[in-house]
């Protein structure tokens, strides 16, 4: 497994430096190498985590994001979730 020092400067093939950055952050906040979003996604929860990641980062305008963020909140607000901001 990489240092978080190791993933700063590793650059991810055939993404942007804003899909690398944001996979790089993430990949630390997790402590999993930033490879672990390129492969095959895991099963259950956490390789439902990597396809949201995945698409989020392929949308590149900020209104479809928005729409996406808000259809996230409504069905966690369904789901009993109080907190979203």
Known sequence: ???????????IPNRSDRHN?????????????????????PEGVAGELFAL???WLA???SQGRRRVLSAARQEAERSGYKECA
């Open 21 to 41: 950055a944001a996979l790089k952050r993430l990949a630390r906040a997790l402590n999993v190498p930033a490879e672990t979003f390129l492969g095959d996604p």
């Open 1 to 11: 497994m990489l240092r978080c020092g190791a993933l700063a400067s590793m650059a």
């Open 53 to 55: 990641v995945r698409h």
């Open 59 to 61: 949308i590149e305008d």
